[in-house]
């Protein structure tokens, strides 16, 4: 099992900048890659980004260019930083584990961030 918890969400004026973190414990070892979604009100999750065991990243377009995933290994963590906020960036930000041989999922309870025009 992983387990997942999201910290630093919050609200922010456009144009601004947040890092989110996501400590993972449990199973760390077999975590295949560790990823962001996000929930806005009244819309569907959709994945913000990804980061694979080997270090490859990959960004919704929405994101490009403007956020950041990164992680380190040794404290289990992977951050999103988030820069140039726009209010679309508004919703419910996840963390996501997939883990094992047969691709689980883990999620985190989410961390808000708003974001003001």
């Known amino acids: 099992q992983v387990q997942l918890e999201e910290f630093g969400g919050g609200l922010v004026q456009a144009g601004g900048s947040l890092r989110l973190s996501c400590a993972a414990s449990g199973s760390t070892s077999i975590i295949n890659l560790m990823a962001w979604y996000r929930q806005a009100p009244g819309k569907q999750r959709e994945r913000v980004a990804y980061?694979?065991?080997?270090?490859?990243?990959v960004y919704a377009d929405s994101v490009k260019g403007r956020f950041t995933i990164s992680r380190n290994r040794a404290r289990n963590n992977v951050y999103l930083q988030m820069n140039s906020l726009k209010p679309d960036d508004t919703g419910v930000y996840y963390c996501?584990?997939?883990?094992?041989?047969?691709?689980?999922?883990?999620w985190g309870k989410g961390t808000p961030v708003t974001v003001s025009s």
């Open positions: 980061i694979s065991s080997g270090g490859t990243t």
């Open positions: 996501n584990a997939e883990w094992g041989p047969h691709g689980l999922d883990s």
